[in-house]
């Protein structure tokens, strides 16, 4: 018999917006306890990208990694603009493409960023097991493929 069998399938959207109101919280406490000022939850998956690019980047490319849509990101991006933490420029070879790339404010950012993360993602996953844990990402890509249809 499976040990889920009681388990309700039927509020997992609850479910979900209850995780990431929890996991906002917890990132929100980390940013406070850090003076990270201007920064939000939702900064980041943008300042995460732009944390592995060596030069600057399209904005579309910073919309298609993050997965949002392209008015969220760039109200992220401006943002983070008026704060600091990254530039915009226009493309050297296109000038209807819009660049961007952290500042040296933005980049200091980054340890603090990789120290939360690791925070989140202890608490997260606790105890579970490696296969457990891949077995629920892919899970869960079944789901946002099947809303996203």
Excluded: W
């Amino acid at each position: 018999m499976n040990r889920y069998h009681n388990v309700n399938t039927e509020g997992i959207i609850a479910q979900i917006a209850r995780i990431r109101e929890s996991a906002n919280t917890l990132i929100e406490i980390e940013l406070r306890e850090r003076s990270m000022k201007g920064i939000v939850p939702a900064h980041g998956s943008v300042l995460q990208f732009l944390f592995r690019q060596n030069k600057p980047v399209p904005i579309k490319a910073v919309v298609e990694k993050v997965g949002r849509a392209k008015s969220t990101v760039t109200v992220m991006i401006n943002t983070l603009g008026r704060r600091g933490y990254l530039r915009k420029m226009p493309c050297e070879t296109d000038n209807r493409v819009i660049m961007v790339e952290l500042t040296a404010a933005g980049r200091k950012l980054r340890r603090d960023f990789d120290e939360i993360s690791e925070i989140l993602l202890n608490k997260v996953y606790g105890d579970m097991k490696k296969k457990a844990r891949q077995l629920l990402v892919s899970r869960l890509d079944v789901i946002e493929n099947n809303i996203n249809k």
